[in-house]
């Protein structure tokens, strides 16, 4: 299908970001952190942008949503919401893993491992480690938790390291010879990296996983001996 609407929702890290794009086009993103809880700006603010551009809920043709790790919360609003407007208007949805969309941008580092990280606090940081090899972006390990102490296990150099966990890591992480690490950027996703990739994702066939990655148990779970979805 060409010319299709497309809505990007990431609620995992530390903003609320919304991108609507016509295909690989974007159109418009907003990245929001306010007083106001998610779950009440996440309607209001996609149903504004919409109405900007003089479209509505109806025209939309695809959604893309995070799946985490990242905020317990804030993962089950976004996928929530775009679970419940999948299912009440008939939108395919496709959700993609946090770590993934912010490790991309840097896909052109050839040769390198790329290691994104996003604050777990309790402190622990989430994270992933890339390889990029001959153009293509290759992901070794499970997305997990772990204590900064615990990173010369998990990091291969040359590395990159990057996202909001960084400054958790910095002393570990200065001290591994071939470490980079990006302070100043990675902060939020982007909503066209997101978009680029659901599109990819949502032009290959077979079942697409919309399962939350929590990257850990919750405090819910730990505390009474449950497990949630």
Do not use: W
């Amino acid at each position: 299908m060409e010319n299709r609407l497309v809505l990007g929702v990431d609620n995992s890290i530390d903003f609320l970001n919304i991108a609507i794009s016509i295909e690989e086009k974007l159109i418009e993103e907003k990245n929001i952190r306010g007083k106001r809880a998610p779950s009440e700006t996440l309607p209001v603010e996609v149903s504004h942008m919409l109405s900007d551009h003089g479209y509505k809920v109806d025209d939309i043709s695809l959604i893309i949503v995070t799946l985490g790790p990242g905020s317990f919360t804030g993962i089950r609003v976004g996928l929530a919401f775009c679970k419940g407007l999948s299912i009440g208007k008939g939108i395919p949805l496709i959700g993609v893993p946090t770590l993934d969309v912010l490790a991309l941008p840097l896909s052109f580092m050839e040769g390198h491992y790329l290691c994104p990280m996003i604050d777990a606090k309790k402190g622990e940081i989430f994270l992933s480690l890339y390889h990029i090899s001959g153009g293509n972006i290759e992901r070794l390990i499970d997305y997990q938790a772990v204590k900064p102490g615990d990173l010369s296990s998990v990091v291969k150099t040359p590395c990159v390291c990057f996202g909001t966990g960084v400054a958790l890591c910095e002393e570990p992480l200065s001290s591994i010879d071939g470490v980079d690490m990006i302070k100043d950027a990675f902060y939020r996703i982007s909503g066209e990296t997101l978009i680029k990739e659901g599109l990819k994702r949502a032009a290959q066939t077979g079942q697409h996983d919309l399962n939350p990655i929590y990257g850990r148990r919750s405090e819910a779970e730990i505390k009474f001996g449950v497990k949630l979805v």
